[in-house]
């Protein structure tokens, strides 16, 4: 018995819908999946259903709807980012600038991360520097020098900052 055209049209239809949510559930579960290893900026999310294929449409309603239920949250992720930087890290503001800008943050979000920053950042770079210089003591000072202050640079610290603090900590752990 052939079914009358109209009766095509929906079940084709159907079908139809019954495909995209089952794109779209497939591509919420990887996403989710991705988001219990490491928190996603918004811009990192979107690039990962990009790469999964997903329709623009449909990734953005994902994306939407993600962050209305508070697992997209970019101000959120600067914070944690900023965190990690502070403590473990010892990272200058440089450093966590560019981290912010390569975690693909809008400008507006590390702008008021910036701001948040603790005036310490001397402080910060003397104790990563004092660590540091205990285990150069066999070095040449100039040696020991250029080497600390490379790796206050290299951590984002800036250039009379890192300079100084290489100096007092080679000081200190001279005496």
């Known amino acids: 018995m052939a079914l009358h055209p109209a009766a095509t049209r929906e079940r084709d239809r159907d079908a ?11 591509a919420e579960r990887m996403l989710l999946r ?3 290893t490491r928190s996603l900026s918004i811009r990192e999310a979107r690039a990962a259903l990009r790469d999964a ?3 623009g449409d449909v ?5 939407e709807a993600f962050e209305q239920n508070g697992y997209l949250d970019d101000a959120r992720l600067a914070e944690q980012l900023l965190d990690g930087a502070l403590g473990r890290k010892a990272q200058g503001a440089t450093a966590i600038a560019q981290t912010l800008a390569r975690r693909g943050l809008d400008r507006d979000v590390i702008d008021i991360a910036m701001a948040s920053l603790p005036d310490d950042e001397a402080e910060r770079a003397g104790e990563f520097a004092r660590q540091r210089a205990r285990g ?8 020991a020098l ?3 202050h490379g790796q206050l640079a290299r951590r984002g610290f800036s250039g009379p900052v890192a300079l100084d603090a290489a100096r007092r900590a080679l000081d200190e752990a001279s005496d």
């Open 136 to 143: 150069m003591s066999g070095l040449d000072r100039d040696v």
């Open 53 to 55: 294929d997903v329709d």
């Open 16 to 26: 139809s819908t019954a495909g995209d949510d089952d794109v779209r559930g497939r």
């Open 34 to 36: 991705k988001l219990r």
């Open 59 to 63: 990734a953005e309603q994902i994306i």
């Open 146 to 148: 250029r080497r600390l």
